[in-house]
């Protein structure tokens, strides 16, 4: 198994939600489908705990004032 430091991770960190929603990103299609797939698996969640919620650029679009998610990073920027 890879091990990758968090100084890898922080290194694209803020170029990451603009990474994965840009269509020509060769995973967009990856990421895309996973939000489809969470949004299924939320559709009649209330609150939701999500764990290394990286730059939340996923989760907001999950969060509604009646779907409530709790979002946790250890990262030492946010």
């Known amino acids: 198994m ?3 430091p968090r100084k890898y991770w922080d290194s694209g960190a803020d170029k990451w939600d603009e990474t994965v929603t840009n269509k020509s990103f ?5 990421y895309y489908e996973a939000d489809l797939y969470i949004n299924d698996l939320l559709e009649n969640a209330r609150l939701s705990l999500e764990l290394g919620a990286g ?3 996923s989760t907001i679009h999950h969060a509604s ?3 409530k998610i709790v979002a946790t990073i250890t990262r030492p920027k946010c």
């Open 65 to 67: 004032p009646d779907k």
């Open 26 to 30: 060769p995973h967009y299609f990856y």
């Open 55 to 57: 730059t939340c650029g």
């Open 2 to 4: 890879a091990y990758f």
